[in-house]
Structures are given as C-alpha cells and as structure tokens.
C-alpha cells in the first residue's frame, strides 16, 4: 500500500508563494504518477495538477497554470508543488495522491475510495 505525507503548507499573504512536499512510500517511485488536489470548505475536491515519474508528463488544470509548477525528485520518492501569486481563492486542504500506471491524462477522475492513494492533506490559507 502506497502511503502519502504531505507537508509544507501554512499561512502566508497574498501574493506570496509556498512549496508544497508529496513524499511517497514506495518501493519503485517512477511507476507511480502523482497528483495534486484541493477542497476548499464547502466546495468539491478540485484536480490540481499531476506528474508522471516515468516520462515526467505533466498536467496542470486551467487554474493553476501559469502559478503553479509542480516537479518530482525521484531519489528522495517527494514531488513538489511550488505556488507562486496565492490568492484567497487558493485557500484549500491540499491533497496528493498516487496512481500507477504513471498517467496522467485522466488523473481529474481519481477519487478516494476509488482510483489512487491519498494522504492527510495540508492546510494552506492565504489571507488577503
């Protein structure tokens, strides 16, 4: 079973960044992809962005281009998520998960319960 730590969220103004670790328990990284997810309070889970460790394919949704990059270091099994110009409307639990085969086109599809492992989440709020 894949197990997921997430880390590096907080409280930070608008405008400024944070760098988000997804560090992954598994015993070959690169057959994974990993993905970011949001939720906000009251909304739903909302796709982030996505890596695959084998090609270092990479999706990102519409709101998170141009501000968010996400990377992968496979000697230490943790993919990033820098954010960059945060919002108030960034203010989410920030979610990874991980799904082998190392896909990505579809990762809006996965779900707790169904396709990928997830972790905890980390909390970022950004105050305006």
């Known amino acids: 079973e894949v197990q997921l730590v997430e880390s590096g969220g907080g409280l930070v103004q608008a405008g400024g960044s944070l760098r988000l670790s997804c560090t992954a328990s598994v015993f070959r990284f690169d057959d994974y992809a990993i993905a970011w997810f949001r939720q906000a309070p009251g909304k739903e889970r909302e796709a982030v962005s996505c890596?695959?460790?084998?090609?270092?394919?990479?999706e990102y949704a519409d709101s998170a281009k141009g501000r968010f990059t996400i990377s992968s270091d496979n000697a230490k099994n943790t993919v990033y998520l820098q954010m960059n110009n945060l919002t108030p409307e960034d203010t989410a639990v920030y979610y990874c998960a991980a799904s082998t085969p190392p896909i990505c086109p579809l990762f809006r599809l996965w779900r707790p319960g169904g396709i990928g492992s997830w972790g905890q989440g980390t909390q970022v709020t950004v105050s305006s």
């Open positions: 890596i695959s460790n084998e090609d270092g394919e990479i």
